[in-house]
């Protein structure tokens, strides 16, 4: 049986927390208790200024780490292939203001008119950093699509509305929260680290014995 380990996410947004919990417990059972930036009353600003999912996110668990907690942090967006990746890391703040969805999906629009590929995908990465320095774990999760000329759908967030997915005929705004934690880029990319951690924590369980 795996030992419990306490890991601190990278956020303070408490829904995240408890959705990690959740996808993280199905996987790997009670084995991580999650601990959040306010929870060890971490108050620093961490700049992420990478220019991929995977340096954002290592940035982010590696400024935790360094103050002595396994650390595990996430960044996640969209890349259109006809734009060349973007809006990438970019993503949340694509039209400039962080978080506004419709002027986010307004430009992503327009900067697709007249072009005939509209394949794109939703890109997770979760980077886990450890305090003694060892190996970081870094884990992908990726779903296929494409986007559409108008929205559809009325749930989900960001992209959702455009962002078609033809196995079921939906778009992410038309899945219901089990169809799209079903074959979402953050649940593949939660199991993904699932794995590399259980593997990791078993060989270090073995290497003390």
């Known amino acids: ?77 969209l890349c259109v292939g006809a734009l060349d990746g973007a809006p990438g890391v970019f993503s949340a703040r694509y039209a400039g203001a962080h978080g506004d969805d419709a002027a986010n999906n307004a430009l992503l629009l327009k900067n697709l008119e007249g072009k005939c590929d509209r394949a794109a995908a939703f890109v997770t990465v979760f980077a886990c950093a450890f305090p003694d320095g060892s190996e970081p774990i870094v884990a992908e999760g990726r779903v296929a699509g494409e986007i559409l000329k108008a929205p559809r759908g009325e749930g989900g967030f960001g992209y959702d509305p455009l962002f078609y997915y033809a196995p079921f005929d939906k778009t992410f705004a038309e899945l219901d929260r089990e169809e799209k934690n079903g074959i979402s880029h953050r649940g593949a990319a939660v199991r993904a680290f699932a794995r590399l951690f259980a593997a990791r924590m078993i060989h270090s369980c073995l290497k003390e014995n």
């Open 1 to 77: 049986m795996m030992k419990r380990y306490e890991v601190v996410l990278a956020s303070r947004n408490r829904g995240k927390l408890a959705e990690l919990e959740r996808l993280l417990c199905a996987e790997l059972g009670d084995s991580i208790v999650l601990k959040s930036l306010d929870d060890i009353g971490f108050t620093e600003d961490i700049e992420e200024n990478g220019t991929t999912f995977a340096e954002n996110a290592l940035i982010k668990a590696n400024a935790v780490a360094a103050k002595g907690y396994i650390a595990l942090a996430d960044d996640s967006g």
